[in-house]
C-alpha cells in the first residue's frame, strides 16, 4: 500500500517558494504561469489564496505541490492544483484539495467552482471524489490546443464528505 508521506505539511505559499512551484508547473501544465503572475498572486491580489505541500525528500525538505483558490465574495474558485511528478498517486493532492477547500470555508465561501481540461481524469476524478459535478462546458477554452474546459461545482463546501478524510491509502 502506497501512503500519504507522514512528514507532510501545507503551509501558505511564500515569494521564497516561488522557483520550485514554478517547476512543478512547467512539469504539469501547457499553459504554465509566468513568474510575475506568482507574485502578483502572493502581493498584489487580496482575493488570492495559495498553499504549498512540503515533504521530506531524500535530499531534505521539498516542495511536492500547491493549490491556490479566489474567493469571490462566497465562492472559492480553484485557480491552480498541481503534483511534482515525482510525489503524484501518493495522496498529495487529495490532502492539497482538503487544505484548500478548508481554508476557503474558514475564509467565508460557501460553494467551490473550477475548470478543467475535459481529457484530464485523473483531476477530474479526484474533484469527484469531494462532490464536485459537471454543470457546464466552455468550448475551447484552452489556448494551446482548443480544448473544452469541464466547470465542476461544489455547491455546498459545508457538505464536505468522508472523502477529505481519507489521506492514506
Ligand atoms: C491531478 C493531480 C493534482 C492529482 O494529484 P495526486 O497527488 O497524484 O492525486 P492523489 O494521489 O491525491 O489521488 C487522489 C485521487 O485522485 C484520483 N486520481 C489521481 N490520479 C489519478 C489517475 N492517474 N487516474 C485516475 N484517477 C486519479 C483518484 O480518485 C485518486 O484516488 P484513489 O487513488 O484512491 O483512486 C496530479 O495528477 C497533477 O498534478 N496533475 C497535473 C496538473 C493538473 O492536471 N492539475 C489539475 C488542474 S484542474
Redesign the pocket.
Known amino acids: 500500500m502506497i501512503q500519504t508521506p507522514e512528514a507532510l505539511t501545507v503551509r501558505p505559499m511564500s515569494h521564497a517558494d516561488i522557483a520550485s512551484v514554478r517547476s512543478i508547473d512547467r512539469l ?2 501547457a499553459l504554465p504561469w509566468p513568474e510575475s503572475s506568482y507574485r502578483y498572486e502572493l502581493s498584489g491580489n487580496d482575493i488570492s489564496h495559495l498553499l504549498v505541500a512540503e515533504v521530506e525528500g531524500p535530499g531534505g525538505s521539498e516542495i511536492a ?1 500547491y493549490i491556490g483558490f479566489w474567493l469571490i465574495v462566497d465562492e472559492a474558485h480553484i485557480s491552480t ?3 511534482h511528478p515525482d ?8 490532502v492539497l484539495l482538503r487544505y484548500g477547500l478548508s481554508r476557503a470555508v474558514e475564509c467565508g465561501a460557501q460553494l467551490a467552482t ?1 475548470e ?1 481540461r475535459a481529457s ?4 477530474i ?2 474533484y469527484r ?1 469531494f462532490g464536485f459535478a459537471v454543470v457546464g462546458r466552455r468550448p475551447r477554452y484552452y489556448r494551446d490546443n482548443d480544448e473544452d474546459a469541464l466547470l465542476m461545482t461544489l455547491d455546498d463546501l459545508h457538505d464536505l464528505a468522508g472523502a477529505a478524510e481519507g489521506t492514506a ?1
Not at 510525489?87 to 487529495?94: C, E, L, S, V
Not at 484530464?120 to 483531476?123: C, I, S, T
Open positions: 504539469s501544465f505541490g492544483l498541481a503534483v510525489w503524484r498517486g501518493r495522496g498529495i493532492g487529495r473550477l478543467v484530464n481524469h485523473a483531476a476524478e479526484l471524489e491509502r
